[in-house]
């Protein structure tokens, strides 16, 4: 395996160069465009690695996987579906359109920013700060990890320009899908946005997930079932925002990507996969990263159709 992961990196290698790392949001741009590294863990608790597995980088988008369980374990499917969609979105992730042109103002699925946000609002706790914990709490279970931490210099610059974020927070208080404070319920947002991982973190939380929501290395029950196929339904069908079909025709698997170039991938059943490559296309999502993942999809047998 661990061959395979070498030669599928280093196949790859050249597709780092296309593309651009996101620059939105300013430190963001001080990402290695050139990185590209792989970390896999399968049910029975093996990991494997190669490449540029020891980059460090924001969990950016991923973070909202983790964000959808809490709020689905805290306050049930029916509370949550009521707020947010569970449809495919042709926008880009921070595209604020459709919040106004639909008739509930739901955002379209809890894995574009203004679903994330909303699904943000109804995780158990008093206030950002609370709601912020309990999320990173789940993130460092998942990645059987308790020394992750948020990058301060990402939060504050998340903080200082996300004022699309901030744009789409506003409407969704005016629309009555935020029921809290809304500068707070941001603050939780941009800092989980923020929060540094490797790939091997991320292949363990997706290892999770591909073992029924059963943690590999305890069996720990760590997600009630019906959440984990909720979640994998929602990573299959709007998992790379606007580019999600061509994912599953290419890949096949459930995933979620972040704008740090990091694409998490479940293999039901088998293993969990991440890859990070933070040059993007322009929907945000890693090209070489994707590239990797085709690759290995072929090799392993991944396409679960
Ligand atoms: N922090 C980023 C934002 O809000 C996350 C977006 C992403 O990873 N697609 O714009």
């Not at 924001?58 to 969609?85: M, N, W």
Request: aromatic fraction near 6%; include cysteine.
């Amino acid at each position: 395996m661990e061959k395979l992961l070498n030669a599928v990196v280093e196949n790859n290698r050249i597709w780092t160069k296309q593309g651009t790392v996101a620059s939105y949001i300013p430190e963001l741009a001080k990402a290695n465009g050139d990185a590209l590294g792989i970390h896999v863990m399968d049910v029975e608790c093996n990991e494997f690695y190669a490449g540029d597995f020891e980059t460090k980088f924001t969990i950016q988008s991923v973070s909202k996987v983790l964000t959808l369980i809490c709020a689905l374990i805290d306050k049930g499917k029916e509370k949550v579906f009521s707020k947010v969609g569970a449809e495919a979105s042709a926008d880009s992730f921070n595209s604020i359109v459709k919040l106004e042109t639909r008739n509930s103002h739901k955002p379209l699925n809890p894995f574009i920013n203004a679903g994330a946000i909303a699904c943000i609002s109804l995780v158990a706790g008093d206030n950002g700060i609370e709601k912020f914990e309990r999320v990173q709490e789940m993130l460092k279970k998942m990645a059987n990890n308790q020394e992750i931490q948020v990058n301060y210099q990402v939060y504050q610059s998340e903080k200082l320009t996300g004022n699309t974020n901030r744009a789409i927070a506003y409407y969704l208080k005016g629309a009555n899908i935020i029921e809290r404070d809304v500068e707070d319920v941001l603050d939780a947002y941009f800092k989980l946005c923020s929060i540094e991982v490797t790939v091997k973190d991320i292949a363990r939380i997706a290892s999770v997930i591909a073992n029924e929501g059963v943690a590999p290395w305890s069996n720990e029950r760590m997600i009630p079932k019906e959440v984990n196929q909720i979640v994998q339904a929602i990573m299959m069908t709007c998992g790379l925002y606007n580019a999600s079909g061509e994912f599953a025709v290419k890949v096949g698997a459930p995933a979620k990507s972040g704008v740090g170039g990091c694409i998490m991938t479940v293999v039901p059943k088998r293993m969990g996969i991440a890859v990070v490559g933070p040059s993007l296309d322009e929907s945000g999502n890693s090209i070489a990263g994707t590239k990797v993942l085709e690759e290995l999809s072929k090799k392993l047998e991944m396409n679960i159709f």
